[in-house]
């Protein structure tokens, strides 16, 4: 099925397609679409090339660099990014952190931070989840204790993404330990390269360092980096999950994984055929594929609704989103996996010598599909979504 967008829209999507086509560095592409990591400078060079485009953040204010375009055409840009595959700008950065500064943030703040977000002139990391505070955020107990122009920070995250690349972190911290949980939590800015901080990686399943663990001890925070009002970081916070779990559908990549499925199961044979003709895997293959067409649909709903929506409430919709999304990101790692069977590598390693050319593009497949699991908890794990949905959208 088609979409059916303007005539603008066909050619927005066309001059944004063409971009992508030749502005995204090879080897960046190459290792997307292998399911290989990105290295730090990958990232940081891509976000820099859009920038310079005006397209590193295209949803904020034109006042601070944003495109002024509408709620379908940001979802186009988003999806042809996808697809490409090319990187996503630092989501730390320009979908979590700077949404929250230029609604609530000092006019310094804004002035200061948000071309450096654009920019990636700063690597910020997200330091929310604690050890038993990751479903029920809420019950953090990261303490942070205002004396004079100072906040002192104790306490520790963890499941901290990409904090070893990281030069700041934006933190929630509790204020007013007497408050019910909800209350009493602050939103912080904490510079990473100050005394006290220790990072430690949390090796993953697939043998990756993508996460850690980080230690927060007597910790200095110029009390200037309290955002907002003190005691309102959960506010500041619900605002800022809501616009993850938007984003965290993933329509246009699960399209490439899809796309390249369909492409990788014509070539591998099974029982003396493709096994894009097996009938039980064809079967499975379709499914997958019908259930994100109908993801697709309820995204353009919230893509329409987004006007109407007041600003800085998230919509209750986002986490049926997020619960969809997650588990097509899963199903498609999982089919790929069946494509590949027993020449999945567990690891992505450097090419051993002999190596054939077959054995090189494999070795990102079964990473992909161990990280994957992950996608189901992280942005607030769906049965937590689903309860929000039961309370907000079903009205239980």
């Not at 063409?18 to 592409?29: H, K, N, Q």
């Not at 290792?31 to 397209?55: F, P, T, Y």
Request: net charge neutral.
């Amino acid at each position: 099925m088609e979409l059916n967008y303007t005539k603008e829209q066909l050619a927005f999507r066309d001059e944004v397609r063409a971009f992508f086509r030749v502005a995204v560095p090879d080897a960046t592409r190459r290792k997307l679409i292998e399911g290989r990591s990105l290295a730090k400078d990958d990232i940081v060079d891509w976000q820099r090339i859009l920038n310079a485009k005006g397209w590193a953040v295209p949803h904020w204010p034109e006042r601070w660099g944003g495109t002024g375009w509408d709620a379908v055409k940001l979802y186009i840009f988003g999806e042809e990014m996808q697809m490409a595959p090319a990187p996503q700008p630092l989501p730390f950065n320009v979908s979590m952190l700077g949404p929250v500064l230029y609604n609530v943030g000092s006019e310094a703040q804004k002035s200061y931070y948000l071309p450096r977000i654009a920019n990636l002139d700063d690597w910020w990391c997200q330091g929310f989840s604690e050890p038993g505070a990751g479903s029920d955020l809420a019950s953090l107990k990261t303490r942070a204790e205002r004396k004079g122009d100072v906040y002192i920070v104790n306490g520790q995250k963890t499941w901290t993404t990409l904090a070893q690349y990281a030069d700041m972190m934006f933190a929630l911290v509790r204020t007013d330990p007497a408050a019910k949980k909800q209350s009493g939590i602050s939103f912080l800015l904490i510079d990473m390269k100050v005394p006290g901080i220790t990072v430690r990686p949390i090796v993953t399943i697939d043998g990756g360092r993508e996460i850690n663990e980080v230690f927060l001890d007597n910790v200095e925070v110029p009390v200037a980096n309290l955002v907002g009002e003190e005691n309102k970081g959960w506010d500041y916070a619900k605002f800022l999950l809501g616009n993850e779990r938007t984003t965290i559908a993933r329509v246009g990549l699960s399209k490439e994984r899809l796309r390249r499925i369909r492409d990788v199961a014509s070539q591998v044979v099974s029982g003396g055929r493709p096994l894009i003709e097996d009938p039980r895997f064809l079967e499975k293959l379709v499914s997958v594929e019908i259930e994100l067409k109908a993801l697709e649909m309820n995204q353009l709903r919230v893509v329409a609704g987004e006007a109407r929506r007041e600003t800085g409430k998230p919509d209750p919709a986002s986490s049926i989103l997020k619960i969809k999304g997650s588990e097509i990101q899963q199903a498609t790692a999982e089919l790929m996996m069946d494509v590949i069977g027993p020449f999945a590598a567990p690891y992505a390693g450097p090419k051993q010598d002999g190596a054939n050319e077959t054995d090189e593009w494999t070795t990102g497949i079964a990473p992909t599909y161990f990280n994957c699991r992950k996608v189901s908890i992280y942005g607030g794990s769906n049965e937590i979504q689903r309860n929000i949905i039961a309370k907000a959208v079903l009205g239980l």
